[in-house]
């Protein structure tokens, strides 16, 4: 292997020199153009001198390159020593810039996958935000619709409150006539004509109902001597005329009133059960009842003429007695009949 490389050097030494020197016979022979003979004789001297040099080369050649050989080689063992450390530390550079591209790919793909999941929600988003935006449209259609019906139902009802008027003007009219036929009215009434004539029917318009007790039960006497009889528990008190708080009715208008009067007690062989209708101080009516046993009840009424101010209450008989409960089997009532 050695001589192998010594002769291959060896080779290359002799070529290089014989390259060297036709060069120069050449530039001789371009510069001495005109002297063919000197040229002969040059060739020979040369090719003699290459002879000779082929002759003596291996020796001296294998003396003097044999340690530039040994050098060369070790310089090219040491290099490729530095080359495979080398080419070890790029494959683990490689290897590691692997590793991260392949992170980087997956995390690549787990960013796309969420970018898509990500364009998915959007996407649904957006569809729902155009459902909810039709939605709204139809409910303000909707809504507007509603306003126009509402703006129409106000004219309506703006017609309707009119032609109310107009009849309840003609109505007052009509009763007027009714109330003194031989009184000619003018039917073509002004306003304030006609707020006092509504006035006028409102204070007419009294009517009134109520019992002893608002819930539980209760019973009322005997005692020594009549007393007024308080009646709570309102059901109707059209007017205003009659007072839960004394129990007396008094009469806002001229007119006629009718007034009843029922009552309900428990039998005792020696208590009664008895109430008493009062025009003023005046005794007008009494219901009255007695038995020794079991329940019974009673009722009593009056039409009376009442002016304005008088009053109308109830008294309870001495010593009787009367029962209410929360089904309200005591009541006192009046109404007007008429005015006058």
């Known amino acids: 292997m050695k001589t192998s490389g010594a002769l291959l050097v060896l080779l290359c030494c002799c070529l290089a020199e ?24 040059r060739e020979k001297e040369v090719m003699g001198a290459a002879q000779r040099t082929e002759a003596a080369a291996p020796a001296s050649t294998q003396q003097t390159c044999q340690p530039d050989i040994h050098t060369v080689l070790r310089e090219m063992s040491a290099l490729m020593v530095e080359q495979r450390v080398e080419l070890r530390y790029t494959k683990t550079q490689m ?13 690549a ?19 729902d935000l155009r459902q909810t935006e039709a939605r709204l449209t139809a409910s303000e259609k909707t809504v507007e619709e509603q306003r126009v019906d509402l703006r129409q139902t106000d004219a309506r009802l703006t017609a309707s409150e009119r032609l109310v008027e107009r009849f309840q003007s003609e109505n007052e009219g009509m009763k007027l006539l009714i109330m003194f036929p031989t009184l000619t009215v ?23 109902s109520a019992s002893l007790v608002t819930s539980g039960s209760e019973t009322f006497g005997p005692f020594n ?116």
């Open 225 to 340: 001597k009549p007393t007024t009889l308080v009646y709570r528990h309102v059901f109707t008190n059209t007017g205003n005329a009659y007072n839960p708080n004394t129990g007396v009715f008094m009469a806002p208008v001229r007119g006629v009133y009718y007034f009843a009067v029922f009552l309900y007690g428990g039998g005792h062989a020696s208590t009664q059960s008895g109430v008493t209708l009062h025009k003023n101080e005046e005794h007008v009516v009494i219901a009255y009842s007695h038995q020794p046993s079991h329940i019974y009840s009673s009722s009593n009424g009056a039409s009376l003429l009442l002016e304005v101010g008088d009053v109308v209450y109830v008294k309870l008989w001495p010593n009787a007695w009367v029962h209410d409960s929360h089904n309200h089997h005591t009541t006192f009532s009046g109404h007007l009949l008429f005015p006058m």
């Open 109 to 127: 793909k787990t960013v796309e996958t969420r970018l898509r999941a990500s364009e998915k929600t959007v996407e649904e988003q957006r569809v």
């Open 186 to 208: 003018n039917l073509n009434l002004t306003g304030s004509q006609v707020e006092e004539l509504r006035r006028e029917r409102e204070k007419s318009r009294v009517s009134f």
């Open 18 to 41: 014989t390259q060297l020197r036709g060069e120069t016979i050449s530039e001789n022979d371009i510069t001495h153009q005109g002297h063919s003979g000197e040229a002969e004789n």
């Open 95 to 107: 290897e590691a810039i692997e590793t991260r591209l392949k992170a980087s790919e997956n995390k």
